[in-house]
């Protein structure tokens, strides 16, 4: 039995730019292929509607045209949010955040090695000290990335006095980029905040934070949101890392999760391998979303 080809918008686009002229088709189908996208209903229907005021406006019957124009509305929406990763301080003190099986360990470790390719210095505090394999697993991928590890020096230990203990480390050391992990899940949600703002405030008597990321999976949609409004509400999140990203297939979380959350993507993890992970260009994404 032949392999079926995995759906994505930009073959789901394709075919209907392919028509000859703008008809009632082309319409139905630019509502559908968004929504499969994961764009969501609210988002996906503001698009229909400006596509259709641009045509009405513009007067053109060309696919071709329609295709453009969907690239800049798309490109104008994305834009609105600044992407730029704020990491000027030294050391620069990063929080990763959010709830168990995202992929946050294998995502510091290849933001580590996305941060050594531009030739910084990083070291890795393992301070999810609540789950000893999750403290194996970071140290595993940091020493891939060229990272150094700071891990707990006992079990149990608490997870701000391993943060703290990180950033000690880089300032004595003068090591650029310090990457926290921290717990995803602790018995209450209450707990896990106040465990989180205790990691801040220990972290904050030696250095400022220059980002909060929170980690999420792209293939869990509005649900991952949902789960993670918590680490939003309450951990001074100032940036979205999106993982398990593979194709277009779910290209539109990417804007549906901008648009509600009112924090910007800051990098996207497209594969499993350690490179897999880079820093979000608007115009570029857009490009291999519509192809």
Known sequence: MAE?????????????????????????????????????????????????????????????????????????????????????????????????????????????????????????????TFRAAAVEQLATWAERAGAQVVRPQHEGQDPASVAYQTVEKAQREGIEIVLIDTAGRLQTKAGLMDELAKVRRVVEKLAPVSEVLLVLDATTGQNGVAQAEAFIEHAGVTGLVITKLDGSAKGGFVLAVQERTGIPIKLIGQGERIGDLTGFTPHVFVQNLIG
Request: net charge negative.
């Open 4 to 128: 079926r080809t995995p759906w994505s918008l930009s073959g789901a686009l394709r075919g209907m730019f392919s028509r000859r002229t703008i008809d009632e088709g082309t319409w139905q189908d630019l509502e559908d292929a968004p929504l499969g996208a994961d764009f969501g209903p609210d988002i996906t229907e503001a698009i229909v509607e400006e596509l259709n005021a641009k045509v009405d406006r513009y007067h053109t019957t060309d696919p071709a045209d329609l295709r453009r124009m969907l690239r800049e509305t798309l490109e104008e929406r994305f834009t609105r949010f600044d992407t730029t990763l704020t990491l000027t301080e030294r050391p620069a003190v990063v929080l990763v955040v959010g709830v168990n099986g995202v992929g946050k360990t294998t995502t510091i470790g290849k933001f580590a090695r996305f941060l050594r390719t531009f030739g910084r210095s990083v070291v890795v505090g393992a301070a999810d």
